[in-house]
Nanobody, 126 residues
């Protein structure tokens, strides 16, 4: 069973930064693409970025391109998300996610991912 645990959320002012992490266990982390999603109150879960097994390919949502940077450390089984230039509409619960299939970056929709963490809250004040 894949186990994902997010951390690093918090409250930050507009323009600030946060670094989220996701600790993965339960299978060979380096064999799977990974992704981040977020969900604001009353809204659907939204794709943020995704990354390939070796970090060479990423997909980014237009709303966060340049501001958010996804990375991974396969030696530490950790997925990271650097959030920069934060805006109030970035406020959401952020989730890391993993697919069942190895060696691929899934489509940027929640249904393409099979395993999810419980999320970490990010709140951006104006």
């Amino acid at each position: 069973q894949v186990h994902l645990v997010e951390s690093g959320g918090g409250v930050v002012q507009t323009g600030g930064s946060l670094r989220l992490s996701c600790a993965a266990s339960g299978r060979v982390f380096s064999s799977y693409g990974m992704g981040w999603f977020r969900q604001a109150p009353g809204k659907e879960r939204e794709f943020v970025p995704a990354i390939s097994v070796r970090g060479g390919t990423t997909k980014d949502a237009d709303s966060v391109k340049v501001r958010f940077i996804i990375s991974r450390d396969n030696d530490k089984n950790t997925l990271n998300l650097q959030l920069n230039s934060l805006k109030p509409n970035d406020t959401a619960v952020y989730y890391c996610a993993a697919p069942r299939q190895a060696d691929m970056v899934p489509e940027p929709v929640p249904a393409a991912y099979d395993f999810w963490g419980h999320g970490t809250q990010v709140a951006v004040s104006s």
